[in-house]
């Protein structure tokens, strides 16, 4: 049976400073001769390559953020992040990373970060990036705004991949009741990102994770196999049917409020 809490993502920051997906595998930590020191090692689950072979040095700073994540720099501007899908896998290797080092594996941190850009690339991983208006009635026309003008829905779905990948069904349970609470807000420029092609079948995909149900629905397998989606309306204008391509579900509904894979 595999090991789910070793089960892991490997993430590195790209140039423009967004974290890209180096795949899924499994994490373990052993002395490795070509490094000559104990080392952190990913394995591919598709097909047992090496995603991962890192030296767990002495005087790197290792962070450990939000529970299930371990972020630490190798070298100047290249930053490495394992992303795990249980917190007792992430405080296993943490332990180990500690003990390398003579930490103590309470603290969320195993050095002082002295320069100040590295700080900043630590935080790029589990900073939300939006502050978002308290919840209240008065403000929901602020709260819309705030998630309609930060490209707020598409990191949400970047998420849900990375749920998904890592079978987190915890974290898929909670992007469900998101992705619904903002279909509730009912407002068209969100509709607009939600039922666009790059968005559509992701926002389809949260859906299926309602937290009420003891298994996920398979609305994507669905519209992707089984429904038939006719152009009630010919339309000849290219540009339009650009916007609303006939073999995507969202250009049945885009026109008309948010759709009901709620109730599929």
Same mark, same amino acid.
């Given at each position: 049976?595999?090991?789910?809490?070793?089960?892991?993502?490997v993430?590195?920051?790209?140039?423009?400073?967004?974290?890209?997906?180096?795949?899924?595998?499994?994490?373990?930590?052993?002395?490795?001769?070509?490094?000559?020191?104990?080392?952190?090692?990913?394995?591919?689950?598709?097909?047992?390559?090496?995603?991962?072979?890192?030296?767990?040095?002495?005087?790197?700073?290792?962070?450990?953020?939000?529970?299930?994540?371990?972020?630490?720099?190798?070298?100047?501007?290249?930053?490495?992040?394992?992303?795990f899908?249980?917190?007792?896998?992430?405080?296993?290797?943490?332990?180990?990373?500690?003990?390398?080092?003579?930490?103590?594996?309470?603290?969320?941190?195993t050095?002082?970060?002295?320069?100040?850009?590295?700080?900043?690339?630590?935080?790029?991983?589990?900073?939300?990036?939006?502050?978002?208006?308290?919840?209240?009635?008065?403000?929901?026309?602020?709260?819309?705004?705030?998630?309609?003008?930060?490209?707020?829905?598409?990191?949400?779905?970047?998420?849900?991949?990375?749920?998904?990948?890592l079978?987190?069904?915890?974290?898929?349970?909670?992007?469900?009741?998101?992705?619904?609470?903002?279909?509730?807000?009912?407002?068209?420029?969100?509709?607009?990102?939600?039922?666009?092609?790059?968005?559509?079948? =992701? +926002?389809? @995909?949260?859906?299926?994770?309602?937290?009420?149900? %003891? &298994? *996920?629905? /398979?609305?994507?397998?669905?519209?992707?196999?089984?429904?038939?989606?006719?152009?009630?309306?010919p339309?000849?204008?290219?540009?339009?049917?650009a916007?609303?391509?006939? =073999? +995507?579900? @969202?250009?049945?509904?885009?026109?008309?409020?948010? %759709? &009901? *894979?709620? /109730?599929?």
């Open positions: 049976m595999t090991d789910t809490r070793r089960r892991v993502k993430y590195t920051l790209n140039e423009d400073r967004q974290w890209d997906d180096r795949g899924t595998g499994h994490v373990s930590s052993g002395y490795v001769e070509r490094l000559k020191g104990m080392s952190l090692l990913v394995r591919a689950e598709s097909d047992g390559s090496l995603l991962l072979e890192s030296k767990i040095n002495p005087n790197t700073a290792y962070q450990k953020q939000q529970d299930t994540l371990i972020v630490w720099s190798e070298a100047e501007n290249y930053d490495l992040a394992l992303s899908q249980e917190k007792a896998g992430c405080d296993e290797i943490w332990e180990k990373i500690c003990q390398v080092q003579g930490k103590d594996p309470s603290v969320d941190i050095q002082e970060l002295v320069d100040e850009s590295e700080e900043e690339r630590f935080d790029d991983m589990s900073s939300p990036g939006l502050e978002l208006p308290p919840c209240e009635l008065s403000r929901l026309e602020e709260l819309a705004l705030a998630v309609e003008n930060e490209g707020y829905i598409k990191k949400l779905l970047e998420l849900f991949h990375v749920c998904e990948d079978e987190n069904r915890e974290g898929l349970h909670h992007l469900y009741e998101i992705i619904k609470g903002i279909f509730l807000l009912n407002r068209t420029a969100l509709f607009e990102v939600m039922f666009s092609e790059e968005c559509i079948m =992701d +926002v389809i @995909g949260c859906l299926e994770f309602d937290p009420a149900l %003891p &298994h *996920p629905r /398979r609305h994507r397998e669905f519209l992707t196999k089984t429904a038939k989606f006719k152009e009630v309306i339309i000849s204008d290219p540009r339009t049917q916007k609303n391509p006939p =073999d +995507v579900p @969202g250009a049945v509904h885009s026109g008309h409020g948010p %759709p &009901h *894979p709620l /109730r599929l």
